[in-house]
């Protein structure tokens, strides 16, 4: 599992790092981008990294057979299977059509924060007490992060709808209630887990 957690954060390094060179700027997530369809190597490239990304998807979709095998069923959650399965679903009909745009944003953010969760995972896996330390101190926070990241999208997303932006909508039409379900379904994790938790101790 460390191994894995590992590979999780060097395979997200690469992909926002092949975005950069594929022409990926922070304006992305403003500024109407859209694909650019012609053979010039960067944009060769950033189709590219589309594709590398749904393999990373489909990989984390075999966590939930992880999960199962090492007997983890109280993981296997409607939460846990709904991501991981919406999630390659919208990264294989971008990759297929979109394969580009100011979309990527969402690329780069979810990258973001899958190198600091993959992080938390690797550093909670071993015994080592600055590892204990920052598992115990930033486990809360993980989630928000994730939140975050979906409101970002959200906006990204709405941006891409703006009449002079030639960003796929039936693309968008699918992508915008998966984030709003994905924002309930963690906010609702996040309430079990931290919220309830503290007022459980608050009553002690």
């Excluded at 966590?63 to 409607?78: A, D, G, P, S, W």
């Excluded at 944003?105 to 204990?132: E, T």
Aim: charged share 15%; net charge positive; proline share 3%.
């Amino acid at each position: 599992m460390g191994f894995y957690n590992l590979f999780q954060v060097v395979y997200c390094v690469f992909l926002v790092v092949n975005l950069i060179r594929a022409g990926w700027r922070p304006y992305f997530f403003y500024r109407c981008v859209e694909t650019d369809y012609s053979d010039e190597p960067k944009a060769v490239l950033m189709v590219e990294t589309t594709w590398y990304l749904l393999m990373i998807k489909l990989f984390e979709l075999l966590e939930t057979v992880l999960f199962v095998l090492r007997k983890k069923q109280n993981q296997v959650t409607l939460l846990h299977v709904y991501h991981h399965i919406s999630t390659f679903v919208i990264a294989y009909i971008y990759a297929k059509y979109i394969g580009g745009s100011m979309l990527t944003f969402s690329i780069v953010a979810n990258c973001i924060v899958h190198i600091i969760m993959y992080s938390y995972y690797f550093m909670s896996a071993y015994d080592v007490p600055i590892f204990k330390y920052l598992v115990a101190k930033y486990k809360k926070y993980i989630t928000k992060i994730q939140l975050i990241q979906f409101c970002l999208m959200m906006v990204n997303n709405l941006l891409g709808l703006r009449p002079n932006c030639n960003v796929s909508r039936p693309f968008l039409a699918m992508y915008i209630p998966n984030i709003l379900i994905l924002t309930y379904l963690f906010y609702d994790f996040y309430q079990k887990a931290y919220t309830k938790s503290r007022a459980a101790k608050a009553k002690q």
